[in-house]
C-alpha cells in the first residue's frame, strides 16, 4: 500500500494532458470503459471523465476511481485501482501499446511498471500486481488544463 501511495504521488509530478475530452461518456470511449463502469463497486467510483489517453482493460472491475486538481495551476491528476484477470504481463503490455498509439512517450517500464509521459502535458502510470488470482492495476494519470 505505502508503494501505491508513492507511486501515486510520483506520476502526479510527472505531466498531464492536451487533448482528453471530458465531457465524452463511457459508451462514447467503448465497451471497454463502459463495462468497467457497469461493473463498478458500490464505493463512489465515477470514472465517466476519464481523458481518453486512460483507457481501462476490457473486464475491469473498478475497486476505486478519483480525479481532482493537482498540486500546481491548470493541472488535474486522478488514480484509478481495479482489477482484472488478464496477466500482469499482458497488462503492462496493453498499456505500452495504447501510450504509443495515443503518442506517449514512455519514461519507465519494469515488470511490473510502465509509464509514459508526452512532454509535461499528459502522463499515465500503470502499476500491477497478483492478488488472489487476479491483477490490481493503479493507474495514475496526470495532465494540463
Given at each position: 500500500m505505502r508503494l501505491r501511495i508513492i507511486l501515486a504521488g510520483a506520476v502526479l509530478s510527472l505531466g498531464g494532458c492536451e487533448a482528453g475530452n471530458d465531457n465524452q461518456s463511457a459508451e462514447e470511449r467503448g465497451p471497454a470503459t463502459a463495462a468497467a463502469v457497469a461493473g463498478a463497486s458500490k464505493?463512489?467510483?465515477d470514472c465517466s471523465k476519464l481523458p481518453d489517453f486512460v483507457p481501462l482493460y476490457a473486464d475491469a472491475r473498478i475497486e476505486t476511481c478519483?480525479?481532482?486538481p493537482a498540486g500546481e495551476p491548470h493541472r488535474e491528476s486522478g488514480t484509478v485501482i481495479y482489477t482484472t484477470g488478464a496477466t500482469p504481463e499482458a497488462i503492462i503490455?496493453?498499456?505500452r501499446d495504447k501510450a504509443a498509439i495515443d503518442?506517449?512517450?514512455p519514461a519507465l517500464s519494469t515488470p511490473s511498471l510502465f509509464s509514459a509521459r508526452d512532454?509535461?502535458?499528459?502522463s499515465m502510470m500503470a502499476v500491477v500486481e497478483s492478488v488472489r488470482g487476479a491483477t490490481k492495476v493503479t493507474?495514475?494519470?496526470g495532465r494540463d488544463i
Open positions: 464505493s463512489p467510483t478519483v480525479s481532482g503490455a496493453w498499456y503518442g506517449l512517450v512532454g509535461g502535458k499528459r493507474l495514475n494519470w
